[in-house]
């Protein structure tokens, strides 16, 4: 059970209208790395957790990226103003303009509608952990890129917040991923000699030795030296 909060989990201003802009935020709304795929990979992903601990960090996250998803789409709103021009829109999307009236719809940047094949569920822990990491350092660096292409300081702080809410989950993620490194697939890891072998098969050289694997292990950033 979902229950909507009518305040946003923080607050949303700009600075002035940027029609423009709102075409790159639709990234986050509507992209392969962006705020609605988050949240449906996560909580899909919780369906079959058996780990009690780990299914409530999948719907917490989850939930919360339901929550970015929400602020992302209010400055989006903000940030297209009120009037239908498809000439304030120099690249990417302009059906925003000409098809829904402005409302920020599923698509990414380029007008590419949102698909469920952005979502990763493989039933098996790790692999999901691994994904989920994975996920959140491509959000991050979204959110890095867009922050770079904005002086208005209102967006600035929005992303800012929904950039370093990313490295938190991203964390808790490792957190989580360390408490069952040894379980599902990870548990054959690198049992063999053939996961031991370097095949060199390209030029100029070689550059790594063989390989020495072992379980997969993140520590959480306050422990990192």
Do not use: C
């Not at 449906?40 to 960090?57: M, N, T």
């Not at 493989?122 to 979204?142: C, M």
Request: net charge negative.
């Amino acid at each position: 059970m979902f229950k909507h909060d009518k305040k946003l989990l923080g607050d949303v201003k700009v600075d002035r209208p940027n029609p423009q802009f709102a075409v790159l935020m639709q990234e986050q709304l509507g992209g392969g790395n962006g705020e609605l795929k988050a949240a449906l990979q996560y909580i899909s992903q919780s369906f079959r957790v058996k780990d009690e601990a780990i299914k409530d960090l999948f719907l917490d996250i989850g939930a919360e990226e339901l929550s970015h998803m929400e602020m992302v789409a209010q400055t989006i709103n903000l940030l297209n103003g009120h009037q239908v021009d498809y000439n304030t829109t120099q690249a990417g999307e302009i059906q925003t303009h000409v098809l829904s009236g402005l409302s920020p719809v599923l698509i990414n940047s380029s007008g590419a509608p949102w698909t469920a094949d952005y979502v990763t569920v493989t039933g098996d822990i790790v692999a999901d952990l691994l994904s989920n990491i994975a996920s959140e350092q491509r959000a991050k660096v979204v959110y890095e890129y867009l922050y770079r292409q904005i002086n208005d300081k209102y967006v600035r702080n929005t992303i800012d917040f929904l950039l370093n809410r990313e490295e938190a989950h991203n964390a808790l993620f490792r957190e989580a991923l360390n408490r069952v490194k040894d379980t599902a697939s990870n548990k054959d890891f690198g049992v063999t000699q053939d996961s031991k072998l370097y095949f060199d098969l390209s030029t100029p050289g070689r550059f790594f030795n063989n390989p020495d694997p072992t379980p997969v292990s993140f520590e959480a950033p306050s422990k990192q030296h």
